[in-house]
């Protein structure tokens, strides 16, 4: 195995997707969500990552308790150096609707899965919000 591939695995931390997954089930109140969540499984966050992207991660930072942001969302995972969400993200918003994917600069751009309060369920690509 190369040494990349090697960084990489000691790199992934799945219980990312996982906690969040607990997270939905025990705390989210609509059970259509939670219906949704039970069939399709944790996010994986890494299942579309670049193994050459590194560039940005020393200016992140894991943020692992969930904080309410100004929009009343609920958001744990990384930030920059601004506090707003940036790397791999988990948001619940007040409407129960969910995100779990890629954040630029605080918007939700990039690989992710976002599920609405409607039961709609989006998995690709996500362009600056």
């Known amino acids: 195995m190369n040494e990349k591939m090697k960084g990489l695995i000691k790199q992934i931390d799945h219980g990312f997707g996982i906690r969040n997954y607990d997270y939905i089930i025990s705390h989210v109140r609509d059970a259509r969500i939670k219906e949704i969540y039970k069939s399709m499984g944790p996010y994986d966050h890494f ?10 991660e020393s200016e992140r930072r894991l943020q692992k308790e969930f904080t309410q942001r100004k929009s009343g969302a609920q ?7 601004s506090d707003k969400p940036d790397g791999n993200g988990f948001k ?16 939700v751009h990039g690989q ?18």
């Open 112 to 129: 992710g899965r976002g599920i609405t309060s409607r039961g709609e369920v989006y998995e690709g690509n996500f362009d600056c919000d």
């Open 75 to 81: 958001f744990r995972g990384q930030v920059n150096n």
């Open 92 to 107: 619940v918003f007040p409407n129960n609707s969910v995100y779990e994917g890629n954040f630029e600069d605080g918007m």
């Open 47 to 56: 299942a579309h990552k670049d193994l050459d992207d590194n560039e940005q």
